[in-house]
């Protein structure tokens, strides 16, 4: 394909463009080196030329209009011109239809007689969101009544004195194994629904999520709702919450997965029929050709009817008798096109782009069956105890009608211990063991003068 080809497929989609030669122009050394030149209609340079008056024609004003033929291309004109572009827009898959209006001149419907209406139809955007809930609960781990609410066994009335010791945090890695954290670190929320993906962001803040492990050291008293009576006294028992945490609130979050681009709406284009179009001819006479209308230049007439001042004819030809001091010129639009076919011209070469988010993939492939990148944090939750410290324990057996039938309690502040059923009691006071060391021990005791043995709690003789 040659130059030439090439440049004469392209000025197809451009009707309002001129090319011409220039032959003034030379390289670098001086030698001629002709230059071919393009333009629009919009942006080439005007030319006016005055019509012939007895002033002028005392001051010998040159070039002299010798002949002229304007002939205002009324058909092309229209009172009014309105083009709706109808675009269809699909967002998940559900349709929605716009209608867009280019209306010229301002002020008119496009419902004037003989008025030029068109419609026509632009493939509007693809676009494909990603929807997800969360639900978090905030994280107060120095809240007692935070952590009533993650073991309810916390908040019954058997349990009085509740007091939290100390608490602590630390980050479950997938390894298994942990990372603590600094006092008031870790994420805020806990997910109760939901998952967090790494599209969500709130007030600008990208989601972040981890699992963690939140440990409460309680000290409480447990008694007896029946009797009343005190069954325990701990001094310090350890609660573990294990959950997922996030930095997001709750809500509904949403982004877009890809866009598809649709046709861009062309612009100027009712305005670009209405205005109006003059063609023609136009002889100038003067002693030497001037060569001030070129091929590149839009043509005005002075003097004459007021809208030939301005009617920036397209200059298409200029040839000139040089002998004679004749220039010919011949003027007027290009190859007309109706609007539709003219939109087709703005729109031929669109850009028509897909974009899709590279926070809901995983992996490269745009067309794969699993484009959508879910959260890897999922709402989770484990309480657990571990070892408690008693300051007083108190077992019970329960018989029936709810009365304590047989009853075994020690008391660490004091040192005591007391088994007891009904009017049976075994009690041991460790304060009166003197620093001793008690041991069952087998012991010999007469009896009725024989020799037997019995079993004793005992210390070493001293």
Known sequence: MTCAEVIRKQLRWHPNAVTWWDYTTADANGAPKPTFNCNVLQ??????????TDATNAAGV????SELSVTPRYDLQRPSVAIKYEKKTTINNTDFLSVISDIWPAGKTGQELNALTATIDLQGARITTVKAS???????????????????????????????????????NPDDTTTPLPVGGGLPNAIIEGQVCTWMRSGGVLAQAQQEEITGHFAYTTTDPATNQIVSQLTDEPLTYKHATTNMP??????????????????????????AQYDGGLTLTEQECSGRALVGS?????????????????????????DAGITRIQFGPPAHLGPADLAELLRI????????????QNDGTLSGSSDVQLGKQTANADGTKGQAEYNLFTVLQAAIGATPATT????????????????????????ACKAKKLYIREVEVCVGGATMHMLCLCTDPY
Do not use: C
């Open 134 to 172: 969360l639900r978090a609960d905030p994280i107060n781990e120095t809240d007692i009544n935070w952590w009533k609410r993650k073991f309810p066994d916390l908040a019954l009335p058997s349990k009085s004195g509740l007091s939290l010791i100390s608490t602590s945090r630390v980050i479950r």
């Open 298 to 322: 839009v043509l005005n007439v002075l003097s004459g009817r007021p809208e030939w001042a301005a009617m920036n004819a397209m200059i298409q030809t200029v040839s000139e008798d040089v």
């Open 43 to 52: 942006l080439l340079p005007a030319v006016s030329f005055q019509l012939p």
């Open 62 to 65: 040159q070039p002299v209009i």
């Open 250 to 275: 709750s809500g509904d979050y949403q982004t877009v997965a890809s866009i598809a681009y649709g046709d861009p709406q062309p612009i100027g284009l009712a305005k670009f029929l209405y205005d």
């Open 349 to 360: 070469n669109r850009l028509r782009l897909r974009w899709t988010n590279t926070t809901v």
């Open 408 to 431: 075994f309690t020690h008391d660490a502040t004091v040192g005591q211990s007391n088994y007891q059923q009904g009017a049976n009691q075994i009690f041991m006071d460790l304060a």
